[in-house]
Nanobody
Framework: QAQLVESGGGSVQAGGSLRLSCTAS????????MAWFRQAPGKEREGVAAIYTGAGDTYYATSVLGRFRIARDNAKNTVYLQMNNLKPADSAMYYCAADRRGVGQILDGNEYNKWGQGTQVTVSQ
């Protein structure tokens, strides 16, 4: 059964950096969309970034543009989210998603069928 495993979360001060990883197993990773979402307590889930593992096309939420970068290592079936200049507003549980339906927006969580367990990111002032 397909599995997505995230890692790399943690606690940092504002202005710091973290790199999240999402490794897919038992999943046909090639030429697929992989995405990162986040959800803070009491807030709706937000699409953060996505990448097409084939051509490497990337997509970002306006709130993270210029600070976050999504990348993939196809040899490792792994997608990364490099997060720089972190702000307290970035604090959330971050989830990796895959298996996009292909009928809606790329950063719409309803588009994805497979999810990881999440990794917590906490940014302090």
């Amino acid at each position: 059964q397909a599995q997505l495993v995230e890692s790399g979360g943690g606690s940092v001060q504002a202005g710091g950096s973290l790199r999240l990883s999402c490794t897919a197993s038992s999943y046909d990773y090639e030429n697929k969309y992989m995405a990162w979402f986040r959800q803070a307590p009491g807030k709706e889930r937000e699409g953060v970034a996505a990448i097409y593992t084939g051509a490497g096309d990337t997509y970002y939420a306006t709130s993270v543009l210029g600070r976050f970068r999504i990348a993939r290592d196809n040899a490792k079936n792994t997608v990364y989210l490099q997060m720089n200049n972190l702000k307290p507003a970035d604090s959330a549980m971050y989830y990796c998603a895959a298996d996009r339906r292909g009928v809606g927006q790329i950063l719409d969580g309803n588009e994805y069928n497979k999810w990881g367990q999440g990794t917590q990111v906490t940014v302090s002032q």
